[in-house]
């Protein structure tokens, strides 16, 4: 979607993009913006990964994961709002799904920055960070939301998406005895059923559909491409409690 003028993002008039000589292009205050200010609304064309899949590296670096299988494609030519760079001590963060809010006061000549663990759970965009904080992380990767250490620090500055992935990790478990024999007694009669209500269990989502959860556990990328390499893949990471 886009506004009047042509952008796809909104940036408030507090901060400004312009170009950097390290990074290229980077969002800074020009006045105080206080916190809890919206800095950010992203917008672009909503999409399923497969097809998000098939843009350019960098319009895609410009793009926001919004759901599990679904993202922001940012426009074909950079614009406002399309410049906020990750810090891995940042002053903004995901207030919801597509906005960004100020955490704490920011002055004037801040970058505006948010940690990409916020909004970002995809291998799109991983890369090496240079933001020069002493909690810099390094290697910035798509599992970094399960760093307790992040989760803590970040409590209610995550995208909904990741707080729900939160969630079912840590309740996601390996099939029990009685779960492996479920399975293998129903898979005959009703293999979809079977083996939704096992991979619910293995990946803590206790209600996605069979496709969501095989997109979810990227069960393609594992040799799994039809029921019975679900089965085995199943089988393969159960590991049956020494005592029944
Ligand atoms: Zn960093």
């Known amino acids: ?60 670096s410009r793009s926001l994961q919004i ?5 922001l494609l940012g426009p ?23 906005q960004l809010v100020a ?10 920055s948010f940690d990409y663990a916020m909004s970002d759970a995809s291998n799109y965009d991983e890369f090496t960070c240079i933001c020069g904080s002493s909690l810099c992380r390094g290697n910035i990767t798509s599992h970094d939301w399960k760093l307790p250490e992040l989760q803590q620090r970040y409590n209610g500055y995550f995208s909904p998406y990741i707080v729900r992935k939160i969630k079912a990790h840590e309740k996601a478990h390996q099939l029990r005895k009685s779960e492996a024999e479920e399975l293998l007694r129903n898979y005959d009669s009703d293999p979809r059923g079977s083996l939704t209500k096992a991979l619910r269990v293995t990946s803590g989502y206790s209600n996605s559909s069979f496709e969501i959860l095989y997109s979810l556990l990227d069960l393609a990328a594992m040799g799994a491409h039809n029921e019975d390499d679900v089965v085995k893949y199943l089988n393969e990471m159960r590991v049956y409690p020494k005592s029944g």
């Not at 955490?103 to 505006?112: F, L």
Request: proline share 5%; charged share 20%.
């Open 1 to 60: 979607m886009t506004d009047a003028a042509g952008y796809s993002n909104y940036l408030t008039p507090l901060a400004e993009t312009r170009a950097t000589p390290g990074t290229q292009y980077g969002t800074f205050a020009i006045a105080p913006i206080a916190a809890g200010t919206i800095v950010v609304t992203f917008g672009g064309s909503e999409m399923n990964r497969r097809h998000f899949n098939t843009f350019p590296d960098e319009r895609r």
């Open 67 to 71: 759901e599990l299988d679904s993202f």
């Open 103 to 112: 955490m704490q006061n920011i002055s004037a000549g801040e970058e505006i």
């Open 76 to 98: 074909a030519e950079r614009q406002l709002g399309d410049a906020v760079n990750h810090s891995c001590e940042p002053n903004c963060g995901m207030g919801n799904a597509t």
